[in-house]
């Protein structure tokens, strides 16, 4: 069965709750460069590689990869 839209006391239908604003990609891409940073691991740092190499901080990422070989 459809229902109908509730009404609240005044006679207006109940509106949905509002989305929460998306975020922002570069963030959430440099959250996570930072914990592969932090952990250190070459596991970690292939990984962030993998999910984001064309983002300037995979450049960074390799740099440390390259650190972490000598």
């Not at 963030?27 to 970690?44: F, P």
């Not at 962030?48 to 960074?60: M, N, S, T, V």
């Amino acid at each position: 069965m459809v229902e109908k839209a509730k009404a609240d006391d005044s006679g207006k239908a109940a509106r949905a709750p509002a989305m929460p604003m998306a975020r922002d990609p570069a963030v959430a891409v440099a959250e996570e460069y930072e914990a592969a940073h932090q952990k250190g691991t070459r596991e970690a740092l292939e990984l962030f590689i993998a999910r984001h190499g064309d983002d300037p901080l995979a450049e960074k990422a390799r740099a440390e990869l390259r650190r972490l070989s000598r």
